[in-house]
């Protein structure tokens, strides 16, 4: 067999080099040199700002980034920046290097998923051959990358089955890909019968963990869970099988077995900020005060420097010093929030915590001035929060005597989720500790009766003919319930048969396809995504 190394050009390639000291820069351009590298195509960076702003103005074919940076973003930082702003395709190579050698922040570094990790000193040899195997690698995906990156699934599975007849090199990552792939178009038959393939050829735990997803979405939580367990018991460094494992369990309603598989992923990769939040929920939850307090603080200071921090670490952690009858943290907290977030929802949030931190504390003037402010500033909102928000808002609203505001909240998101079991019985537990039960059960039943009509009205109009009709119709069911997706989905259709009677119009392509991305991101694996998708390209 031909050895890699000989077959890979890199005089062509764009490189970027990331560090802070200027001696590493020489040195790493010296050993890229030696691997076939053109100098004159290497740029470096000494700050993550000089980094952002490079990747901002030009493709780059490879980034060599060293993991520590010196104060303020991290290596992970800028590759996390740098996929939530699409700075960098699926042709782009990203080696992350570092001097550590300790396990959290390979851990870390590794859920960031760059492309390989590693070690200093760095020799040309070995960085020749780990380049030439990442860039054979993207060569395999890139065709398949791009179609992901246009929603076309079908094209990305079928592109997928054409390399796994030839490429065993990597015929376990096509494998897994097109799983994922089938289970994100809803193929959930074509999904289950992929990672049963894997798991009987090789056993291997993403399979199971695939199995446990889709056994999770047919509604079979026990067969979900039971899976899970043997992943994490053979392979107890895989994360995403905890990560899933305790999905299962709060679904189920086991919150202390849920927080104690996240404390075990927590102990194993400590440097997770979306996961030591969610510690700190189920800990809040459950009232460990004290574990919720730790797993808040380490998910706000992980997230200091990152595209990934949220505000709800931070209103978690004020609604921890809430419950242990510490107001003045809790406001400072929430300070502090309007301090490192400038966007309108974040600070929304942190107002709705404000207001319940003077509930708890008996300040319930206070907290009526909150709950006014909140639904005078709701109506200047750029979108909708999500229904944990929103359901935090109404009992507020409840809490300080803002009775038809709250139910008009309330009747909002059963319209908006009016085929979420789970949500519907927040819902109804809102209602229930406003001592609301039957009120509130009758509400959320005809309101949810009402959605129904509503959502399906316009598919009804198209059907007899009535296209226009059904386009007004559903445009006005959006305006009314913005993150329905059968709403969305609903709109697609509509759009997308007014052009097959009429002809395409771009502004109709355009709105069909934002609708669809909209509908995917709030409902994703939906079969109807990827069918939509499919009449909408054929449209064009």
């Known amino acids: 067999m031909t050895d890699p190394q000989t077959k890979t050009d890199f005089s062509s390639k764009l490189f970027l080099v990331i560090d802070d000291f200027e001696d590493m820069h020489t040195l790493l351009r010296h050993t ?55 700075l960098i395709g699926p042709a782009c190579a990203w080696l992350m290097i570092t001097a550590e050698k300790t396990n959290d922040t390979f851990m870390g570094t590794a859920e960031a998923q760059p492309d390989d990790y590693l070690l200093k000193p760095i020799t040309s040899g070995a960085l020749r051959l780990r380049l030439a195997k990442i860039w054979n690698r993207k060569k395999a995906f890139i065709e398949i990358a791009a179609a992901i990156a ?84 053979e392979n107890p460094y895989y994360l995403e099988a905890y990560d899933w494992l305790t999905r299962v369990c709060q679904t189920l309603g086991k919150h202390n077995e849920a927080e104690q598989v996240l404390e075990k992923a927590t102990a194993m990769s400590p440097n997770s900020i979306a996961r030591q939040k969610s510690l700190g ?66 600070r929304f949030k942190s107002l709705i915590a404000k207001g319940m931190v003077y509930q708890k504390s008996g300040d319930s003037e206070k907290a009526r001035a909150v709950a006014q402010e909140l ?42 989720n009016p085929e979420n079991a789970e949500i519907l019985e927040l819902i109804k537990q809102v209602f229930v500790g406003a001592k609301m039960g039957e009120q509130g059960i009758a509400l959320i039943e005809s309101t949810r009766k009402s959605a129904v009509e509503q959502m399906n009205r316009g598919v009804l109009l198209a ?54 991305l909209e509908a995917n991101r709030l409902a994703p694996g939906e079969k109807r995504f990827t069918e939509l998708m499919e009449s909408l390209k054929a449209c064009k």
Not at 299 to 319: F, H, M, N, Q, R
């Open 375 to 416: 639904s005078e500033r709701r109506k200047h909102l750029p979108q909708r929060l999500e229904s944990s928000a929103n359901l935090e808002m109404a009992q507020l609203l409840l809490d300080t005597d803002e009775k038809e505001m709250a139910v008009n909240l309330l009747q909002e998101e059963v319209k908006n």
């Open 463 to 516: 059907r007899e003919g009535k296209i226009e009709d059904a386009i007004i119709w559903m445009r006005t069911a959006r305006e009314a319930m913005p993150t329905n997706a059968r709403v969305l989905f609903n709109l697609a259709y509509v759009l997308i048969a007014s052009m097959k009677k009429t002809g395409v119009k771009e502004e109709i392509v355009s709105e069909a396809h934002e609708a669809l």
């Open 150 to 233: 246009s929603y076309d699934y079908p094209a990305a599975i079928k592109l997928c089955d054409q390399r796994l007849e030839f490429d065993e090199a990597n015929a376990v990552d096509l494998l897994r890909l097109k799983a994922r792939l089938m289970l994100d178009s809803g193929n959930t038959d074509g999904a289950r019968r992929t990672f049963e393939k894997a798991v009987f050829e090789r056993n291997l735990p993403w399979a199971k963990v695939g199995l446990a997803r889709v056994r999770f979405q047919e509604g079979d939580l026990a067969g979900a869970k039971f899976l899970l367990e043997g992943v994490v018991e």
């Open 32 to 86: 890229l040199k030696d691997c076939g590298a053109n100098t004159k195509l290497i740029d470096t960076a000494s700050t993550a700002n000089e980094a952002l702003r490079l990747l901002k103005e030009k493709n780059y074919d490879v980034v060599l980034c060293d993991y520590n940076l010196g104060a303020g973003k991290t290596g992970q930082n800028i590759l996390e920046e740098a996929k939530q702003h699409q």
């Open 281 to 346: 929920d189920i800990s809040l939850k459950l009232g460990k005060l004290d574990k919720a307090e730790k797993a808040f603080k380490k998910s706000v200071g992980l997230g200091e420097y990152s595209i990934l921090k949220t505000p709800d670490a931070y209103t978690g952690l004020a609604k921890t010093y809430s419950a242990k009858g510490d107001s003045s943290e809790a406001l400072r907290v929430l300070d502090i929030l309007n301090k490192d977030f400038d966007d309108e929802a974040a």
